[in-house]
């Protein structure tokens, strides 16, 4: 069965033409990545962000502190609960800034946190919302967590950066000291009776490519602070696993939803395109031969012939579409029976094998039984196989497919893909599809489905 989310391999599976592969406009550089990194956009994007996240902590961790101390301090009397909501509501909008500074600088990508729920208006409403919100507490304690961070990183990350060019361009500016100072240079070391300078060429050299290695340390150094800072922000400013959850959940009930609307839409469509417009079509021919079979019973024999051809291809087109809907092989004896009958219909050899002791849940087992009809079909039509092996089996609680074929490969997910549709369909139901397709074969497509008894 051909289902609205899989096209076959070819621009339907993010095929490119006659197997090549599609090249983006990748840009290749001709220096590695550590002699690049100084002078990327990115590194001077991140040392901005700690730069700032100094005093932007300063000011937050001062406002959480003050204004929780007052909330708290003054909850003895009815001004505290205000003051303590008005305090945590702060800390909120300074959690939009840092994830619009994080998205800026940064590039991560924080969805807003699940916004107040107020069952009905008012400010006393609004009070406690924010007090019974774990998003303000949680800004809160960003706003605490994260100031002692962002000094160590501050200082951390100026003296690096500073040390390293310093050194790197001595070679360019050692000359103030004997000029302006008064010493032949940089003084390493020195008391009563013994002083060490670099102020010879040797150690001036040495000077600089010991900057030289600082100055390409330095942006790994300040991009592995700002990992902390990553993940401070999603974790602590980002929406909480329950309502990343609730989200996730809403998400795949709409797919489920459009995806059930499709296979109606398809079915009418092949029931009216199909086997109602040649019954039709019968009837009328029925009628004509009704109407001849006095007149002329050869022509009318002829026609009764051509209608029971008729039948025999409507019946075909209805079973088609019933196995289509549910196989009653897969209702009846299960995975393994409907699988080998759906490798039957190949037109490459395919090698069967499934290995489970129980059945899933009738709904896991239909999706499963649809996602490895759908990759049979599109190897029949556009992988060019001589070959393909479909296994199944379970590890703990998932359920496990596997279709592979020795065709021209070059599949992937990219959006508007039919295989992006097909994981799209797992996905709303915990699932999850991986393929691996290099340009020339083997194409290997694993699907992952949760396992569910009934």
């Given at each position: 069965?051909?289902?609205?989310?899989?096209?076959?391999?070819?621009?339907?599976?993010?095929?490119?033409?006659?197997?090549?592969?599609?090249?983006?406009?990748?840009?290749?550089?001709?220096?590695?990545?550590?002699?690049?990194?100084?002078?990327?956009?990115?590194?001077?994007?991140?040392?901005?962000?700690?730069?700032?996240?100094?005093?932007?902590?300063?000011?937050?961790?001062v406002y959480a502190i003050t204004m929780v101390s007052l909330?708290?301090?003054?909850?003895?009397?009815?001004?505290?609960?205000?003051?303590?909501?008005?305090?945590?509501?702060?800390?909120?909008?300074?959690?939009?800034?840092?994830?619009?500074?994080?998205?800026?600088?940064?590039?991560?990508?924080?969805?807003?946190?699940?916004?107040?729920?107020?069952?009905?208006?008012g400010f006393m409403a609004w009070i406690g919302a924010v007090l019974k919100s774990g998003t303000s507490w949680r800004s809160v304690l960003y706003?605490?967590?994260?100031?002692?961070?962002?000094?160590?990183?501050?200082?951390v990350a100026v003296n690096v950066w500073a040390y390293g060019w310093a050194m790197l361009t001595y070679p360019l500016w050692f000359w103030v000291f004997p000029m302006w100072v008064g010493q032949d240079g940089i003084q390493v070391y020195g008391d009563e009776t013994h002083q060490f300078y670099l102020d010879n060429?040797?150690?001036?050299?040495?000077?600089?490519?010991?900057?030289?290695?600082?100055?390409?340390?330095?942006?790994?150094?300040?991009?592995?602070?700002?990992?902390?800072?990553?993940?401070?922000?999603?974790?602590?400013?980002?929406?909480?696993?329950?309502?990343?959850r609730v989200v996730e959940l809403e998400s795949d009930r709409g797919v489920?939803?459009?995806?059930?609307?499709a296979d109606l839409r398809r079915i009418e469509r092949d029931l009216h395109d199909g086997a109602q417009a040649?019954?039709?079509?019968?009837?009328?021919?029925?009628?004509?031969?009704?109407?001849?079979?006095?007149?002329d019973p050869q022509a009318a024999a002829r026609m009764v012939d051509e209608a029971h051809g008729e039948v025999k291809t409507a019946l075909q087109e209805l079973r088609d579409l019933a196995r289509g809907i549910h196989p009653a092989v897969l209702t009846d004896r299960g995975l393994d029976a409907a699988l080998s009958a759906v490798a039957s219909r190949c037109t490459v050899p395919v090698e069967v094998q499934v290995d489970l002791e129980e059945r899933p849940v009738p709904a896991i087992?239909?999706?499963?039984?649809?996602?490895?009809?759908?990759?049979?079909?599109?190897?029949?039509?556009?992988?060019?196989?001589?070959?393909?092996?479909?296994?199944?089996w379970r590890v703990e609680n998932r359920l496990m497919l596997q279709v592979v074929d020795n065709g021209i490969g070059g599949a992937d997910t990219s959006g508007g893909s039919g295989l992006s549709g097909l994981a799209e369909r797992l996905d709303a139901v915990d699932g999850i599809l991986v393929v691996d397709s290099p340009v020339g074969g083997p194409t290997r497509v694993t699907a992952e489905l949760p396992w569910r008894t009934v």
């Open positions: 069965m051909a289902t609205e989310y899989g096209q076959g391999y070819g621009h339907g599976l993010g095929y490119p033409e006659h197997g090549l592969p599609e090249h983006g406009g990748e840009r290749r550089h001709r220096l590695p990545a550590g002699l690049r990194a100084p002078f990327e956009a990115r590194s001077w994007r991140e040392f901005g962000y700690v730069l700032l996240s100094l005093p932007i902590s300063i000011m937050l961790f909330g708290a301090g003054l909850l003895v009397t009815f001004l505290g609960i205000p003051v303590l909501a008005a305090g945590l509501a702060g800390c909120r909008a300074f959690g939009a800034l840092e994830r619009a500074r994080a998205r800026a600088l940064l590039h991560l990508e924080v969805a807003d946190p699940e916004p107040l729920r107020m069952r009905r208006r706003a605490v967590l994260h100031f002692p961070w962002a000094v160590f990183s501050f200082v060429p040797f150690e001036i050299t040495v000077t600089a490519l010991v900057g030289l290695l600082f100055t390409l340390a330095t942006p790994w150094i300040v991009r592995a602070l700002t990992q902390v800072d990553r993940l401070l922000v999603h974790g602590l400013l980002g929406p909480s696993r329950l309502a990343t489920v939803v459009d995806t059930a609307a040649r019954l039709v079509a019968l009837a009328m021919d029925l009628g004509l031969a009704k109407e001849k079979l006095t007149e087992e239909g999706i499963a039984y649809f996602t490895v009809s759908e990759l049979l079909q599109n190897i029949s039509k556009h992988a060019r196989a001589t070959w393909a092996a479909v296994d199944v």
